[in-house]
């Protein structure tokens, strides 16, 4: 029953390297999301995949790219990492769009220096 | 556009006692409302849901949540605080936004602390 696995748990990087989060879901789900959380911002939507295929900015999306890679794998790469990306990365995903329920992973903590 | 306002960044609670945190949104039109929890370290969980079918909504663990129209509300309760309630609190809305993930917007958080 793993649901929603993220990759890595915990990364530290140096400015300007690059690096790619992967994310996996087992549960057949359409859409998958990328979201990031800040201390006393809540969660901020970088990037989303409605469906296999199609993939869409969201409120974040400067300094970020993904991959829909097939139905289960959803990646989002910095190409260039700068410290104002430090925060920690959730995916999610739904069986068919936002308004039903999300079921995230356990996070990516990410530090920049 | 659809926003989220939760009313206390931290909440502070005996345990026992009853646990209300506080959401109010805005929308331009019927929306939905959901409350997630986060333990620490782990991601987002469902707690709870209105769709519309009814104003009162039972979500796990003994949690439920009104929605009142005329005061742009959706308060999440629960009678009796256990310490595993320990944990972040967040209240999002969407809107039928014609798929557009960008429909779903999350309040900032609270953090209910239960005292022993």
């Known amino acids: 029953n793993a649901g929603v696995t993220q990759t890595p748990k915990f990364q530290v990087l140096k400015t300007g390297q690059s690096m790619t989060l992967q994310c996996a879901q087992d549960m057949n789900h359409n859409s998958m999301y990328w979201y990031r959380q800040d201390p006393g911002m809540g969660l901020r939507l970088i990037y989303y995949s409605a469906s296999e295929g199609t993939t869409d900015k969201g409120e974040v999306p400067n300094g970020y790219n993904v991959s829909r890679l097939n139905k289960r794998e959803f990646s989002l790469r910095l190409e260039s990492a700068a410290p104002s990306q430090t925060s920690v990365y959730f995916c999610a995903s739904s069986y068919r769009g936002i308004n039903e329920k999300l079921f995230f992973g356990s996070g990516t903590q990410l530090s920049v220096l | 556009a659809q926003s989220v306002t939760q009313l206390g960044s931290h909440v502070s609670v005996s345990e026992g006692a009853l646990v209300l945190l506080r959401c109010n949104y805005s929308s331009s039109v019927p929306p939905y409302l959901f409350w997630y929890v986060q333990y620490p370290n782990q991601g987002l969980q469902l707690l709870l849901k209105?769709?519309?079918?009814?104003?009162l909504v039972k979500g796990i663990n003994g949690f439920e949540a009104e929605f009142k129209k005329s005061e742009t509300s959706f308060h999440l309760t629960k009678p009796s605080a256990h310490m595993s309630d320990a944990a972040e609190y967040f209240c999002?809305?969407?809107?039928?936004?014609?798929?557009?993930?960008?429909?779903?917007?999350f309040g900032k958080g609270t953090h209910l602390i239960i005292q022993p």
């Open positions: 999002a809305v969407s809107i039928n936004s014609g798929g557009g993930a960008d429909g779903l917007t």
């Open positions: 209105y769709t519309s079918a009814a104003t």
